[in-house]
């Protein structure tokens, strides 16, 4: 049995950590811990380990960029993969499986399981550089 | 004439020496310069020459008679205006009246008393110089009369009962172009001057003035001139009653094209400020829709936000649920429903954002029929559905312009899907592209801020065989839908025209003859 | 300018009845018969020396007036008898000879009416014949002053400017009839000579035909 991934998923709604939580678990291929607070977001991580980490970018304590900027300032955190999935795009901007913008990944809410799920695939199977 | 500086000069005439020696005497001295003459003839050489105030006349005298010396100094003017005595031994009452009847003034008997003859010959020189005063007053006044009738800018005519002209003055003559000689002595009516009645008499404005001694104004009349010009007069006549008996009429007129002038000068300044009024009012008119759009605009971003996380999470419900295995046919509807019925959602939310958004754009050089085409290939199975004809007239010489690629299909999607939904089957879908040359931005309906006169443009048509638009001022206004509920956001056409906007450009939306809509996208070239 | 001589004076306001009286006080009698001497200087504003002066005149030109009359009546002209008769009325009116005065306006009467019996008019003419008789021995008995001759003149030469300037102004002056000036013009231009007395004395006698061949006659003179 291939390891489980780890994903960290952060956003502010409990409802939708919890909701990403049970979808991603439902494939059976990922283990996912929940974080509201991206103040904790490093320390999570470092607790926890994530392979990649889902993002929400509107929050109220520290919003997604700054968390990410965090990460990857942090010498033990700067490989994990990082995905924003967020309110703020639009399908327009963003097709349905994500896209790379200025350097980052973005997905657009709400988004369909199967292609937050192909999203999270293609940026875990990325050779990190 | 009499002049006032010179001494009053007394011409004594008779053929007698002694005579004339002894009334030269009586009179000498007394202020008064005597000249002399012996005989008629001479007198009246002296007469002509000297203008005495006052001639003493001997009428015995040998070839003309002091009586015929009278009739010729009456008969000439420059002689006529002294004063005559007759001086004679004739004393009958008959020489006293014939003399009287030629002109004399006065009638002294020989031998004659010296006292009488001075008091006589004073008394009638102060008459002679009372009455040169008189005279002199008089022609003062007629020349102030002629002076204030002149110095009148109005013209006046005097009409006898028959409308002749008996009188003009100065500013007439001059307002008219006639000569005096001209105008008196004419029928006014068939002088053609005032509104050109010709020679009818009754049609004339002054008829009923004339007839009926009412007075008759008109405040708008106009003038005909001698060379035919015209101007605008005022003008006014009344009668005049001669106890009580219309005798005739007064005609004064005035030259109001001054006046006229600035009336329209006022107009059009009114005119000029009614319009400024108006595009003051459309220009506040559009700055309280920009504030309301910009107020939608940030409330749509907030409800965006708002709406798109319980969106998100009921997408992954629904997902999830759709992973549960169930024979349940329903539920399976159920999760197809719901699935539709998050995409709205989100599609309307994303309008919005799509709407209120700044959005820029992304200029690159492109070739606008390329970007119709991918349009079009993009709508083409809808076109096939609804079985709809497609024509196409595009010009291929169009060339190059700036333009955002991407923002400006769905432009083109928007407005195609539009035409389709209204035609619902069967139609026409033309779609025409071409270069023009504006002459007139105003006379175009297009902004004449953003184009120029004889500037080129890129037009696109887009034409239905629908059933056009009922409310053309509104349909760009977001969320106006003609769209039965659950069809479109009305958010659409909206988001085009910003988008079009952003290109500088216009697009407008006009019911067709033929019905059904077109809709016009014009485009800046450079 | 040139003070004129006392017998010259101008029949102007300048002279007074006294001054020109003084040097004649003597060549005008207190009375003088057939005239009224007080109505008579009356009229002549108390100018005794004119008063002698037409005098002098009414005795030189009409001392043969009676014969004419005569003569006009004889022949049955009583236009002219008319013309000659009121021409005397006048003149006696004027000099107030009083009863040749009302003789003339008899006989003028009778002369002017057609129905005059011829008898009437002898008559008149007889009372006309004494007055006038009267009249003219009292006016010759007044002797008038001592006037220059024309043989005066005659040898005296005036500058050339001068004499045409005065030549110029006495023409003028008759032509407007203003007689006055040519005592003026003449006392101006004359001055001492015979020239100014002569002038005078045609102007006062109102001679203008005299003056003008005076006129010429200098100007010959001038010119020559």
């Given amino acids: 049995m291939t390891q489980k991934k780890k994903i960290l998923v952060v956003d502010d709604e409990v409802m939708m950590t919890r909701m990403l939580k049970r979808s991603l678990e439902a494939t059976g291929n990922y283990e996912v811990q929940e974080l509201n607070h991206g103040a904790r977001a490093l320390e999570a991580c470092r607790t926890f380990m994530p392979d990649l980490v889902l993002l929400d970018v509107m929050m109220p304590d520290m919003d997604g960029g700054e968390v990410a900027a965090a990460l990857s300032e942090d010498s033990e955190l700067n490989a994990v993969k990082i995905v924003f999935l967020t309110a703020i795009v639009t399908k327009d901007e963003v097709p349905p499986t994500g896209a790379d913008i200025s350097g980052r990944t973005f997905l657009a809410k709400p988004v369909k399981t199967a292609d937050l799920v192909a999203c999270i695939e293609a940026q875990l199977n990325r050779q990190a550089f | 004439m009499v002049h006032a500086d010179r001494p009053e000069q007394v011409l004594l005439v008779d053929d007698n020496a002694t005579n004339l020696q002894v009334l030269y005497q009586t009179l000498s001295g007394r202020g008064y310069r005597l000249l002399v003459a012996r005989n008629g003839r001479q007198a009246l050489e002296i007469a002509q020459k000297s203008e005495p105030a006052l001639i003493l006349l001997d009428i015995m005298m040998p070839d003309i008679d002091g009586f015929e010396t009278c009739r010729r100094l009456k008969q000439d003017p420059r002689t006529r205006g002294s004063a005559v005595i007759f001086l004679s031994a004739l004393d009958d009452t008959g020489n006293k009246v014939k003399g009287m009847q030629l002109g004399a003034v006065d009638y002294i008997a020989k031998p004659f008393d010296p006292d009488e003859v001075i008091v006589r010959v004073e008394i009638h020189l102060k008459i002679h110089r009372l009455e040169a005063q008189l005279a002199r007053r008089n022609r003062q006044l007629e020349a102030d009369n002629q002076h204030i009738l002149a110095a009148m800018n109005e013209g006046i005519f005097g009409l006898d009962i028959d409308g002749t002209v008996v009188f003009v003055n100065p500013a007439a003559v001059c307002m008219t172009g006639c000569s005096e000689q001209e105008l008196l002595g004419r029928p006014v009516h068939a002088l053609g001057l005032f509104g050109g009645f010709g020679a009818c008499v009754q049609a004339h404005p002054f008829y009923s003035c004339l007839k009926e001694g009412r007075i008759c104004h008109n405040e708008d009349g106009e003038l005909t001139r001698r060379d035919g010009t015209r101007f605008a007069v005022e003008y006014n006549c009344s009668p005049i009653f001669e106890d009580r008996t219309l005798s005739g009429a007064v005609v004064v007129f005035k030259d109001i094209s001054e006046r006229k002038q600035a009336e329209r000068q006022l107009k059009r300044a009114y005119t000029e400020l009614e319009k400024a009024h108006r595009e003051l009012r ?133 407005v195609f899907m539009n035409a389709i939904q209204a035609m619902g089957r069967d139609g026409v879908l033309t779609v025409k592209s071409r270069v023009e040359r504006i002459e007139n931005p105003d006379r175009a309906g297009l902004d004449r801020e953003r184009f120029s006169a004889g500037e080129p443009v890129v037009q696109v048509e887009v034409l239905d065989t629908g059933c056009g638009i009922a409310e053309e001022s509104m349909v760009f206004d977001p969320f106006y839908t003609t769209k039965p509920t659950g069809q479109g956001t009305g958010l659409g056409l909206s988001v085009t025209r910003k988008i079009i906007d952003l290109h500088k450009g216009m697009i407008d939306i006009r019911n067709r003859e033929e019905g059904g809509a077109a809709v016009r996208i014009t485009l800046k070239m450079g | 300018m040139n003070q004129p001589p006392h017998d010259q004076l101008p029949d102007d306001a300048a002279a007074s009845p006294e001054e020109s009286a003084g040097a004649q006080h003597d060549l005008l009698p207190a009375a003088l018969s057939g005239f009224d001497l007080t109505a008579g200087l009356q009229r002549l504003q108390g100018n005794r020396v004119l008063y002698i002066k037409l005098l002098g005149r009414f005795a030189g030109d009409y001392s043969a007036i009676g014969d004419e009359i005569e003569q006009a009546i004889e022949a049955g002209d009583r236009r002219q008898a008319h013309a000659l008769v009121h021409n005397l009325k006048g003149l006696a009116g004027n000099l107030s000879a009083t009863d040749l005065f009302a003789a003339a306006r008899t006989l003028d009467e009778a002369v002017k009416s057609d129905a005059a019996e011829p008898a009437r008019l002898h008559a008149a003419f007889m009372v006309l014949r004494t007055a006038l008789d009267e009249a003219l021995t009292s006016a010759r008995s007044v002797l008038p002053p001592d006037e220059p001759t024309v043989r005066e003149t005659a040898e005296v030469d005036l500058p050339k400017s001068q004499a045409l300037e005065l030549v110029r102004r006495i023409r003028e002056a008759i032509d407007l009839g203003d007689v006055m000036s040519i005592h003026e013009s003449a006392a101006a231009l004359a001055g001492d000579t015979p020239y100014t007395a002569r002038i005078g004395e045609l102007a006062d006698a109102f001679d203008f035909d005299g003056l003008l061949s005076l006129a010429d006659e200098m100007e010959q003179k001038a010119n020559r």
């Fill in chain 2, 282 to 414: 459309d220009a506040q008119m559009r700055l309280i829709q920009a504030a309301k759009l910009e107020s939608v605009g940030r409330l749509a971003a907030g409800v965006a936000h708002e709406v798109k996380n319980p969106l998100a999470v009921i997408q992954l419900g629904v997902d999830f649920l759709a992973g549960v295995e169930s024979d349940d046919g329903v539920v399976s509807e159920v999760i197809r429903d719901m699935e539709e019925a998050v995409e709205r959602a989100d599609s309307v939310v994303k309008g919005l954002l799509d709407f209120s958004r700044e959005s820029t754009l992304t200029l690159r050089p492109g070739d606008i029929n390329q970007v119709i085409d991918h349009a079009l290939h993009l709508v083409d199975h809808e076109l096939i559905q609804h079985n709809i004809r497609l024509e196409k007239q595009l010009d291929e010489g169009i060339g190059i312009i700036d333009l955002d690629s991407n923002k400006l299909q769905q432009v083109f999607i928007n």
